[in-house]
């Protein structure tokens, strides 16, 4: 950061709690002319609403003054005006968050190399090794939850992890190098549009018409029919298969088993159809590292196994 625009924060943070402190005490104070406290001040509303001169309470307003003493006392010892680092030299960079995540290292790192030794299946499944599926559960809850929830249930968009059903495959292999590597799904659209391949509503509604078909459900027989031809020539089957049960390989998912990602209902897979989809699971190796990426598989295994 340049000293103008270190200075400039300065100056704005320092004018804004010194402006702060002026307004509470100009607000407060007493003018000339002004209704004694407990007189009304001639404002009325509505024919008979008047308002009173009544203070704020003196409690309310010592916590306004608490706010901006302790803002004050923050900014002088920690960081945050500028470049000026505060009088305490706190940071969290350097040797300090070095020594941190060093001492933590010293004592987590062995119980994670213990752990790394021993097959992901075991880990998964065995009693003794509880302790190790609940550092993955924490491990789960830190990293995993925000898309597939604190019980790994999922939500629209986001797999459910308890269900045995896997867009990418569930061997012990195939989760790992999902946690590893992150995964891309792309459903191409279908709709018009920049990128559409534009087939029209009529197809849209008959493919849609198969789609639910393929599971098991109610539809028009004629309009399925000819939705499985539109199916098979505009190259649904090249991720879903001949027969919609899904290819692991390349991530399209199995659309006989009555388990929808974005939702089944008819509108919400013809809206699938017309626009696509595209999602993302990021890459956990660098961030999280071989070992606790081994713990991390065992915890998501022993979720479809409980």
Request: proline share 4%.
């Amino acid at each position: 950061m340049s000293s103008f625009w270190s200075g400039w924060i300065i100056v704005l943070t320092v004018a804004n709690i010194l402006g702060c402190f002026w307004l509470i005490w100009w607000t407060m104070r007493s003018r000339a002319g002004e209704a004694a406290q407990g007189d009304v001040t001639g404002h009325t509303w509505d024919g008979d609403l008047q308002e009173y001169n009544n203070p704020l309470p003196r409690w309310w307003l010592w916590l306004f003054y608490i706010t901006l003493f302790f803002a004050a006392a923050y900014l002088a010892l920690y960081p945050g005006l500028g470049k000026f680092a505060g009088f305490l030299g706190w940071t969290s960079h350097g040797s300090q968050y070095q020594a941190e995540m060093d001492k933590a290292a010293e004592k987590y790192d062995p119980i994670f190399k213990q752990y790394a030794a021993v097959a992901v299946t075991d880990l998964a499944a065995k009693p003794e090794y509880q302790e190790a599926r609940e550092m993955g559960k924490r491990l789960f809850l830190t990293y995993c939850m925000q898309c597939h929830g604190s019980d790994a249930g999922g939500s629209r968009g986001f797999p459910n992890l308890t269900d045995g059903d896997w867009l990418w495959g569930g061997s012990p292999e195939q989760i790992q190098m999902s946690i590893a590597n992150g995964r891309n799904g792309m459903m191409p659209k279908h709709g018009p549009g920049e990128g559409g391949l534009n087939i029209g509503d009529e197809k849209i509604d008959q493919v849609a018409a198969y789609v639910m078909s393929l599971s098991g459900r109610n539809v028009d027989a004629a309009k399925a029919e000819a939705g499985k031809e539109v199916f098979m020539t505009i190259g649904c089957l090249a991720c879903h298969g001949v027969d919609g049960t899904g290819n692991q390989m390349l991530g399209g998912p199995n659309l006989t088993d009555g388990t929808w990602l974005y939702g089944g209902s008819e509108g919400i897979i013809k809206q699938t159809i017309t626009n696509g989809r595209a999602g993302v699971m990021p890459a956990h190796k660098d961030l999280l590292g071989d070992e606790k990426v081994h713990l991390l598989t065992a915890y998501v295994i022993s979720l479809s196994n409980q």
